[in-house]
């Protein structure tokens, strides 16, 4: 490819918005432009990389057994109706009607659509196992997206979906799909880890994530460096220590103006551990099948010494969403902000119990009255509740597995794999006969990765002060071939190299050597040739790597592809 003839153009400046590194250089490397937030367009740069990490996508899963399809982005509504999602899933979702006045929606992923196909297209065990993919725009309508293509509304996804009659089978494609993408990202050069994560809309019991370590992610992962726990802190657990011991009764004690644990604790002179706190927060819950709303105070019960983990506690009340609760919501359900506990609430509050404090005994919590709390209080015998985790992992808790110290760090999303088991297939009725003739619901997975997130990814991992530094795999052209003659003598060079075979980015401009060496600093292909006026005339080239530029070997022209060769062989 010729500059001269390039569509897009390298910037100097930094743009206003970009907000990580990678999204800075993406821009100003010319591999891509936004539109609108979250839209973007991908320009010839970094399209080429993206079909460079597609084809990676591809060798792999067609290694697995996959078959490749499309699916369309259009949905009809009826299908997502069928599982309940339509109705359940918020905002992200654009729904609309068609000519018709048929319900539609555009797919943020295709189970429904999947399973669909599948149930059309299974109708005995004999036709099991199956599996499919495909790599396909999305849309998701997020409502805070950043860092360019790391979280976007329109985004390329590789999804696939498999099909099984048992779980055992399930079991061995999930654990295909969790090492072929260790492959995948280690072919592309993206470091990441696998980590237990919430299955969310997707449903199912079972999920890893794959991150990418990074200190601009918005996940939280929790790790344990002695035994290996690794998770989303979304799920994470610690091991607890509960305190037992013999009940004692409740009492009415008076603590004016004080509303924080903090405080009350240096007011009663005791430990955090010895109190217990509430969350209040408002639910929102939908009915799968008509989609009406319902909302619904929610309390979590939690010891001093710990803090909620609001998606815990969202999964376990089943709310499509949570919201902090207002004052006077907390107030019409008799109960009272800064002291306010589930003790004689309303019935129709949801109330959920950590296992901290249902597990231990005689604990300090508010007393629904202005400035008063009431001491020795106890799960089961003052109030009643949803007993399960709702603890939010901190670093320097205990290890749930080994008991090690916990450490936390910050990660991003490039993957995902999911154990869906029946919940699609009983839904939608895609059902397979047995030998002797019954019927059973397909037993199922799912399984994506983010096709722009990763190169976004990438770009964060690979970069310099000067620029971008993408390994060979996944760099748009594998030569930068540079040419500082006045004529037009480099032209063949540059079609020796396309002739045998290299993918070459050809810098044909009248631009002085300054502006072509910022450029190539700045798009990063690995490797970069230097056509000088004086090793030219000696029928010689200068061959520089990006990631050591100060390095530089000369070599004869004459010998250029075989030393090429060897060079991209090295690497």
């Not at 919430?198 to 999920?207: A, E, L, N, P, R």
């Not at 509303?259 to 240096?266: F, G, M, P, V």
């Amino acid at each position: 490819m010729r500059m001269s003839k390039m569509f897009a153009r390298t910037l100097r400046d930094v743009p206003n918005d970009a907000d990580t590194r990678g999204y800075e250089l993406l821009l100003r490397a010319g591999f891509i432009k936004q539109h609108a937030s979250g839209i973007f367009s991908l320009l010839p740069l970094g399209y080429r990389s993206i079909q460079k990490i597609q084809k990676i996508i591809r060798e792999e899963m067609d290694n697995i057994g996959a078959q490749e399809i499309l699916m369309p982005v259009v949905n009809p509504g009826s299908i997502w109706k069928e599982t309940g999602r339509y109705y359940s899933i918020d905002r992200e979702m654009t729904r609309f009607k068609d000519r018709r006045d048929s319900d539609m929606c555009l797919a943020m992923t295709h189970e429904e659509c999947a399973t669909d196909l599948a149930r059309f297209e299974i109708d005995s065990y004999k036709r099991l196992p199956l599996l499919v993919y495909q790599i396909q725009t999305k849309w998701r309508d997020d409502p805070r997206p950043r860092a360019g293509l790391i979280r976007v509304r329109e985004f390329t996804m590789k999804d696939s979906y498999s099909f099984d009659k048992d779980y055992e089978g399930l079991r061995k494609v999930y654990k295909d799909h969790y090492d072929a993408y260790f492959r995948i990202y280690k072919k592309c050069g993206l470091p990441v880890v696998a980590v237990g994560s919430d299955s969310g809309m997707m449903g199912g019991k079972v999920s890893h994530e794959y991150m990418y370590l990074s200190s601009i992610g918005e996940d939280t992962i929790v790790t344990c460096s002695k035994c290996g726990y690794t998770a989303n802190k979304q799920v994470a657990k610690f091991k607890k220590e509960y305190f037992s011991e013999e009940i004692k009764e409740r009492t009415l004690v008076k603590t004016p103006g004080v509303k924080s644990i903090d405080n009350l604790c240096e007011y009663l002179k005791i430990e955090k551990r010895k109190t217990a706190k509430a969350l209040f927060m408002v639910g929102t819950f939908i009915d799968d099948k008509t989609g009406k709303q319902e909302e619904k105070l929610v309390v979590g019960m939690i010891r001093g010494d710990f803090e909620v983990e609001e998606n815990k506690l969202q999964n376990v009340v089943k709310a499509n969403s949570l919201r902090p609760a207002l004052d006077e919501e907390i107030l019409k359900a008799k109960m009272v902000p800064g002291y306010g506990s589930p003790i004689d609430c309303d019935k129709n509050v949801v109330v959920v119990v950590d296992e901290s404090v249902a597990y231990s005994n005689n604990l300090v919590c508010g007393a629904n009255k202005e400035n008063y709390h009431f001491i020795n209080t106890n799960y089961g015998k003052d109030y009643s509740g949803i007993v399960s985790d709702i603890a939010s992992a901190q670093k320097g808790f205990k290890c749930p597995e080994c008991s090690g110290e916990l450490s936390v760090s910050k990660g991003v999303e490039v993957g995902n794999i999911f154990q869906l088991g029946t919940r699609y297939s009983e839904e939608m009725n895609c059902y397979y006969q047995d030998e002797n003739g019954k019927r059973h619901p397909v037993v199922m997975g799912s399984y994506g990765i983010g096709v722009g997130r990763l190169l976004a990814c990438l770009c964060e991992e690979y970069n310099d002060d000067k620029g971008l530094k993408l390994p060979l795999p996944v760099a748009p052209y594998q030569i930068h071939l540079i040419s500082l003659l006045k004529g037009t003598e480099a032209d063949t060079v540059y079609e020796k190299l396309c002739n045998s075979g290299f993918e070459v980015l050809y810098d044909d401009r009248k631009e002085t050597a300054g502006v072509k060496f910022a450029d190539a600093d700045l798009i990063g292909l690995p490797i970069r040739i230097i056509l000088g006026n004086k090793t030219f005339s000696n029928g010689e080239c200068e061959v520089k790597l990006r990631k050591s530029l100060e390095e530089v070997k000369v070599i004869k022209l004459e010998k250029i592809c075989s030393e090429l060769e060897n060079l991209i062989n090295n690497i």
